[in-house]
C-alpha cells in the first residue's frame, strides 16, 4: 500500500477498495478536500489537530454515506454519525484491515483530563498512535512517531520505538517544530541516536510505499 503524509498527524493510505484518511485536523490546510476525496475516515481522538469538526460535518451533510471510525466523543460531536471504534476492535474499512488499539491521550499535565485516543494498525503494518506513546500488543512495520507537542517528550519517544520494533519510522505530528527542529528530532530519535532506527522526514504531499 502507498503512504501519503499531508500536514501534522493526517495521513492517506491507498491500496486497498479506496482512500483510507487518518486524523484530517485543523492544522492541515487541505483537510476538507481530504475528506472529499476520502472512502473512509479514522479519527484518533477529538483534539482539534486531529479532527476538523467542521470539514467532517460539511462533508457528511453533503456525503451521508463516508465512514467515519473514532473514540465515542468523535461520534457524539458528529451528531451520532461516526461509528465508535474502541481497543480490542478490528475493522474492514475501504478494503484494509484495521485493529485498534490504545485507550488514552498522553498525560499533558495532571491538571487536564486525558481524553480517548486510539492507535490504528493498517494492513498489520502500518501504525498511527494519534497522541500517544501506548505500545500496540502487535507487530509493526512502519511506526508513524510524533516529534511535537504539548505531550510529546525525546527520552518517551525513544523507549516508545524500543518497545515496538518497528522496521521503519516516519516523523508525523511535527508541525510545531522548525527544520531545525525536525532535524534535531532525527539525530536525537534517529539510526545515530537513541533508537539506532533512521527516522525519516517525509515531506507534506509525498508519497511512499508501506
Known amino acids: 500500500m502507498q503512504l501519503t503524509k499531508h500536514a501534522h498527524a493526517c495521513v492517506t493510505l491507498t491500496g486497498g477498495d ?8 485543523t492544522f492541515t490546510p487541505d483537510a476538507a478536500e481530504l475528506i472529499a476525496a476520502a472512502t473512509a475516515v479514522l ?19 453533503r456525503r451521508p454515506e463516508l465512514l467515519v471510525h473514532g473514540p465515542a ?14 481497543a480490542g476492535d478490528l475493522l474492514e474499512v475501504a478494503g484494509f484491515q484495521v ?10 499535565h495532571e491538571d487536564i483530563p486525558p481524553v480517548d485516543n486510539v492507535g490504528y494498525l493498517i494492513g498489520g503494518r502500518v ?4 497522541d500517544s ?18 505531550w510529546t517528550k525525546f527520552g518517551e519517544a525513544a523507549e516508545f520505538v524500543r518497545a515496538v520494533r518497528p522496521a521503519r519510522m516516519i516523523q508525523v505530528h511535527e508541525l510545531m517544530l522548525s527544520e531545525l527542529g525536525q532535524n534535531s528530532a532525527r539525530m536525537l530519535l534517529g539510526e545515530k541516536g537513541l533508537t539506532g532506527l533512521p527516522l525519516e522526514i517525509l515531506p507534506a504531499g509525498e508519497s511512499t510505499d508501506v
Open 18 to 25: 479506496g482512500t483510507l484518511l487518518i486524523d484530517p485536523g
Open 43 to 61: 479519527v484518533t481522538h477529538e483534539h482539534f489537530d486531529h479532527f476538523d469538526e467542521a470539514a467532517l460535518a460539511a462533508e457528511l451533510d
Open 73 to 86: 466523543t468523535v461520534r457524539e460531536r458528529l451528531g451520532g454519525r461516526a461509528v465508535t471504534v474502541r
Open 99 to 108: 485493529a485498534v488499539h490504545g485507550e488514552r491521550h498522553a498525560l499533558i
Open 127 to 130: 501504525f498511527h498512535p494519534g
Open 133 to 150: 506513546y501506548r505500545v500496540p500488543e502487535a507487530r509493526v512495520e512502519t511506526l508513524l512517531l510524533p516529534t511535537s507537542g504539548p
